[in-house]
């Protein structure tokens, strides 16, 4: 059984920093594609970034230069790094897992709030 676990999240100040963590366990990590996904309130989901397999790396837009993923095989986790946090950023960030074209799995998703 595939379970993704992600922890990090919390309430900080705009300008504030956030490290999430994922762990993976009952797929073959290697295999995979890892990514962030959020969703915040009244909004539909977007992906913030992506590492695939091999360790190419995708950011969206509205996180260049602010947000940083990063991961370890060995510990089959994938982490965000989340700097100069806005409130927009505001919202539950999920992890994912691809194999082939679709992410098959997503965790229980870590609650992020940015106050002014």
């Known amino acids: 059984q595939v379970q993704l676990v992600e922890s990090g999240g919390g309430s900080v100040q705009v300008g504030g920093s956030l490290r999430l963590s994922c762990t993976a366990s009952?797929?073959?990590?290697?295999?995979?594609?890892m990514a962030w996904f959020r969703q915040a309130p009244g909004k539909e989901r977007e992906l913030v970034s992506s590492?695939?397999?091999?360790?190419?790396?995708y950011y969206s837009d509205f996180t260049r230069g602010r947000f940083t993923i990063s991961k370890d095989n060995t510990k089959t986790t994938v982490w965000l790094q989340m700097d100069s946090l806005k409130t927009e950023d505001t919202a539950v960030y999920y992890c994912?897992?691809?194999?082939?074209?679709?992410?098959?799995?997503r965790g229980q998703g870590t609650k992020v709030t940015v106050s002014s």
């Open positions: 590492i695939t397999n091999y360790g190419y790396k």
């Open positions: 009952g797929l073959t990590f290697d295999d995979y594609d």
């Open positions: 994912a897992a691809k194999r082939w074209k679709t992410w098959d799995y």
